[in-house]
C-alpha cells in the first residue's frame, strides 16, 4: 500500500519540522518495495509511496520545490525478501538529502 501508517506521522512531522528550520536543505523521497508482485508493479507502487511521504510534507507547509521523488521499486533491498521480518524492512522510504 501506499498509504502512511499512523506510526510515521510522527517521522514525517519531524522532518516537516527540520526542512522548516532549514530552508537550505531540499530531499530526495525514495520509495521501496519488498520482493513480491511484478517489478512494474512495485516500482509503480515504490513511487506511489514517495509521492505520498511528498503529500504529507507539503500538507505541512513544505514547499514542493524542494522535494524531488523516486520510486525504486524491488532493486534495492536492506533484508531478505525470503521472510516476513525481511519483507517488511524492505518496505520503505528513506529520505537522501540533495545539493541545494
Same mark, same amino acid.
Request: aromatic share 2%.
Given at each position: ?51 505520498? /511521504? ?6 505541512? &507547509?513544505?514547499?514542493? #520545490? *524542494?522535494?524531488?521523488?523516486?520510486? =525504486?521499486?524491488? +532493486?534495492?533491498? /536492506? ?6 521480518? &525481511?519483507?517488511?524492512? #524492505? *518496505?520503505?522510504?528513506?529520505?537522501? =538529502?540533495?545539493? +541545494?
Amino acid at each position: 500500500q501506499a498509504t502512511i501508517k499512523p506510526e510515521s506521522e510522527k517521522i514525517i512531522s519531524e522532518i516537516s519540522k527540520m526542512l522548516t528550520e532549514h530552508d537550505d536543505i531540499n530531499l530526495s523521497i525514495e520509495g521501496h518495495t519488498d520482493g513480491d508482485g511484478t517489478a512494474v508493479y512495485n516500482l509503480e507502487l515504490s513511487q506511489k509511496r514517495a509521492d505520498a /511521504v511528498k503529500a504529507a510534507l507539503i500538507e505541512k &507547509g513544505i514547499d514542493s #520545490n *524542494r522535494l524531488k521523488t523516486k520510486g =525504486l521499486g524491488e +532493486s534495492k533491498p /536492506v533484508d531478505s525478501n525470503e521472510t516476513k521480518e &525481511g519483507k517488511a524492512k #524492505n *518496505r520503505r522510504v528513506e529520505f537522501v =538529502l540533495l545539493d +541545494s
